[in-house]
C-alpha cells in the first residue's frame, strides 16, 4: 500500500489485538525463551576481547560501565519487544510508517552489514577449533562452520536455536565464571570499580563497554524470535520483560567475569593481548602457562561456544528481519508465509549470510564494502533508539504501553552515548582504510 496509507494504518495495533487483554501469569521455564537467544548472539568474540582489554588497561575502573551497559540493553531490548506486543506489527513495520527514510537506510545496511558479519562470524567460530584441532587451515574450519550454521537454521526451526542458545549461554557461563573464580578476584577493588569515573585515556573504552557489549541490529530481532515463540499478543508483556531482565542480566554476570579475568590474569601480571579474535588465542595460551593445559583449552571451548552461538543466532534472526523488510517492500503482511521460518525470503537471506561471504577468504577485505559496512553500523545503534523514542511515545503504541518518564530518560541517554560511540566507530574505520591504502 502507499506510504501514507500504511503510516495512517500503523497507528492503531493490528485488528484482534486488544491491548487490555489480562496478562499471562509467569511460572516455570515461560521466562526462558526469546531474550536467552538475543543475548547469546550479541555476546560474540569481539565483545570478550573488548572486556578482557579494558580489564588489562584500567582494571576494575571500568566496572561502573559494564554494569550501565547491561540496563541499557535491557532498556533496548524491552522497548523492541513492547512495540511488538503492544500492536502485533514489527519493528520494521513500525520503522516504516516513519517515513521512506527508514527503508533508505536499513535496506542497503542489512544487505552490506550480513556480506561482511557473515565471513567474521565463521572466522570467529573457526578460531579456537583451528587451535584446538590444527588439522585443518582456518578457512577451512571457517567454511565448516559456517556450513553447520546454515544446515541448523535452514533444516531446523526456531525451537532448535533456542535450544541451542541455552546450551552455548550454559557453556560460555560455566568456563567464564569458572575462570573468574579460579583467578580470585579482588572484592574491594570490585566494589570501588561500581564508582562511575573514567580512568585517563579511557573514554573510548567506557562508551564501548557500556554501549558496545551485547549485540546491535540482533536488539531489534528480539520481536522476530518473540513472534516465532507464540508471544505475539500484548498478555506476553509480562512474560517477555522478565525473560529479557532474566537474560540480560545473566549476560551482565558473564561480561564482569570476564572483566574480572582480565583484571586479574591481564592487569595483575602486565600482559596485553591483541585486539582482534587472535587475542583470544593468546589469552587460552596464558591461561594454559598459568593453571593449565585443562582450563586453557576449557576457555577455547568457551571462546567457540560465544561465537557459534552468535552465527547461529544471527543466520536466524537478521534473517527474519530481511524476509519482513523484503516482504513488506513487496506488499506481503508480516506473518505471511514468504517472511517466516523457512520462507523464501528467510533462506535467500540465509543464503546471502553464508555462501557470498566465503569469498572474502580468497579475496581478503574489500576496502569501499568494509568501510560502507563500518559507517552505516555505526549509526544503527542511534538509529534503533531514536525510532523507539518515537514509536514508543506517539499514537503507534497504545496508551497503556506506551512509554513512561525514566524509560525515555534511558533511552535518550543511548541516543546520546550510541551517537557518540558511532562517531568514534565510523572515524576508526575510515583510519583502517586510510591506513590500508597507505599500506
Not at 22 to 51: Q, Y
Not at 188 to 209: H, R, S
Not at 240 to 261: E, K, P
Request: proline content about 5%.
Amino acid at each position: 500500500m502507499p506510504r501514507d496509507d500504511f503510516a495512517a494504518e500503523a497507528l492503531t495495533p493490528l485488528p484482534g489485538i486488544d491491548p487490555g487483554e489480562p496478562l499471562e501469569r509467569v511460572s516455570g521455564w515461560k521466562v526462558v525463551g526469546p531474550g536467552l537467544v538475543v543475548a547469546a548472539t550479541g555476546v560474540g568474540a569481539a565483545d570478550l576481547v573488548a572486556t578482557l582489554t579494558a580489564g588489562s588497561r584500567f582494571g576494575y575502573g571500568l566496572l561502573w560501565a559494564v554494569v550501565l551497559g547491561t540496563i541499557l540493553k535491557i532498556i533496548l531490548v524491552e522497548g523492541a519487544g513492547r512495540y511488538s506486543l503492544a500492536t502485533g506489527r514489527t519493528i520494521f513495520e513500525g520503522w516504516r510508517s516513519l517515513g521512506r527514510w527508514t527503508t533508505v537506510y536499513f535496506g542497503p545496511y542489512i544487505l552490506i552489514w550480513g556480506f561482511v558479519y557473515g565471513a567474521t562470524a565463521m572466522s570467529s567460530a573457526a578460531l579456537p577449533l583451528a587451535a584446538l584441532f590444527p588439522v585443518l587451515p582456518l578457512w577451512a574450519w571457517a567454511i565448516l562452520m559456517g556450513l553447520l550454521g546454515f544446515s541448523m537454521v535452514w533444516f531446523g526451526r526456531y525451537a532448535l536455536v533456542e535450544r541451542l542458545a541455552a546450551l552455548m549461554v550454559g557453556i560460555m557461563f560455566v568456563v567464564v565464571v569458572g575462570l573468574a573464580v579460579i583467578a580470585a578476584p579482588n572484592v574491594p577493588a570490585m566494589l570501588a570499580g561500581f564508582v562511575p569515573i573514567i580512568p585517563e585515556g579511557g573514554l573510548v573504552y567506557t562508551l564501548a563497554l557500556a554501549g558496545g557489549i551485547g549485540g546491535t541490529i540482533t536488539l531489534a530481532a528480539y520481536g522476530y524470535w518473540l513472534r516465532e515463540k507464540g508471544w505475539y499478543r500484548p498478555r506476553w508483556m509480562r512474560v517477555m520483560q522478565l525473560d529479557n531482565a532474566a537474560a540480560y542480566t545473566v549476560t551482565g554476570i558473564f561480561v564482569v567475569a570476564m572483566l574480572i579475568v582480565g583484571v586479574e590474569v591481564l592487569y595483575s601480571a602486565g600482559y596485553a593481548i591483541s585486539a582482534g579474535d587472535e587475542g583470544l588465542l593468546e589469552l587460552g595460551e596464558i591461561l594454559n602457562d598459568r593453571y593449565g593445559e585443562v582450563i586453557g583449552t576449557a576457555f577455547l571451548v568457551g571462546f567457540w561456544a560465544a561465537s557459534f552461538s552468535s552465527l547461529v543466532g544471527v543466520w536466524s534472526g537478521v534473517s527474519l528481519m530481511f524476509a519482513d523488510f523484503w516482504g513488506n517492500i513487496r506488499g506481503k503482511h508480516s506473518g505471511h508465509p514468504d517472511t517466516v521460518t523457512g520462507g523464501k525470503y528467510f533462506r535467500f537471506y540465509l543464503l546471502w549470510l553464508t555462501f557470498p561471504p566465503m569469498l572474502l577468504f580468497m579475496l581478503g577485505r574489500p576496502v569501499f564494502l568494509i568501510l560502507l559496512y563500518g559507517v552505516l553500523g555505526a549509526l544503527f545503534m542511534p538509529f534503533l533508539a531514536l525510532t523507539l523514542i518515537w514509536l514508543l511515545n506517539t499514537r503507534r503504541t497504545p496508551e497503556r504501553w506506551r512509554n513512561g518518564v525514566g524509560t525515555n530518560v534511558m533511552l535518550g541517554v543511548c541516543v546520546v552515548l550510541f551517537t557518540v560511540l558511532g562517531l568514534y566507530q565510523a572515524w576508526d574505520t575510515l583510519q583502517d582504510v586510510i591506513v590500508w591504502f597507505q599500506g
